[in-house]
């Protein structure tokens, strides 16, 4: 456009949609390159948690104690993962583009006010999107509302924006007990049966409660988190 090749009309949206595992791991590099340019992009994140397309098996994304079919439960690792799942939002943050936020389906109004306040942002923009995955966490697919609707209130997935890198939470979650939400899925079973995991169990709401606190510090800095 700029060199007269094509019309000014030609100047299309951009939307790029990918699965946690590409964006996670595998298109990080060509990514961050991207971002890097500023080029005019939005990018969508289908994250349900693993390499769905293929087989369940473990991808950055996957959370710690979950299930998957390269992360089972055994005698050597009862918990199942063992990694924490990577803070994509941080990493591409890190990279200042004008607007980043997470999303669910779950919270649709949510969704919509952020995809019109991205609209005035040019340059590269990312939706995280939670993927409540039936078929890869074990579930009948009547409770993904449930499940979509407990991951943010238990806290697990928080529901932000960031403007210039200025990081707002646009929904304060009760706090739920995370149990609440990893009874409903199969791929936490081993948690809770036969016997209860209540390190792993301790472990994964401290995670959250540690990031909360972390916000509520920010707040009062006046760090805007």
């Given at each position: ?13 951009v ?8 964006t ?10 991207a ?25 950055p ?11 089972p ?33 779950r ?5 919509e006010?952020k ?23 074990l ?15 238990c ?11 200025a ?7 009760k ?30 709401q ?7 606190e ?12």
């Open positions: 456009i700029a060199k007269g090749r094509l019309p000014k009309e030609e100047d299309v949206k939307v790029v949609l990918g699965g946690d595992g590409s996670y791991d595998m298109a990080l590099s060509s990514t961050s390159g971002i890097t340019r500023k080029l005019d992009f939005y990018y969508v994140c289908y994250d349900n948690e693993a390499y769905g397309n293929t087989g369940v098996q473990l991808s994304a996957t959370p710690y104690g979950a299930r998957t079919s390269t992360s439960c055994a005698a050597q690792h009862p918990s199942g993962t063992m990694q924490e799942k990577k803070d994509i939002f941080e990493i591409w943050r890190a990279h200042k583009p004008p607007y980043m936020a997470t999303v669910s389906p919270f649709p109004l949510d969704l006010e995809f019109a306040r991205a609209a005035a942002y040019p340059g590269p923009k990312l939706f995280l999107a939670f993927a409540a995955c039936p078929t890869g966490w579930f009948d697919p009547a409770h993904t509302p449930d499940v979509a609707r407990l991951a943010v209130e806290g697990i997935w928080p529901l932000k924006e960031a403007i210039n890198g990081v707002v939470h646009t929904h304060r979650p706090l739920q007990p995370v149990e609440d939400y990893l009874k409903l899925q199969g791929r936490f079973r081993h948690l809770f049966e036969p016997t209860v995991q209540t390190d792993v169990i301790a472990h994964i401290g995670r959250v409660n540690a990031y909360w972390q916000v509520e510090k920010a707040e009062k800095i006046g760090l805007g988190r």
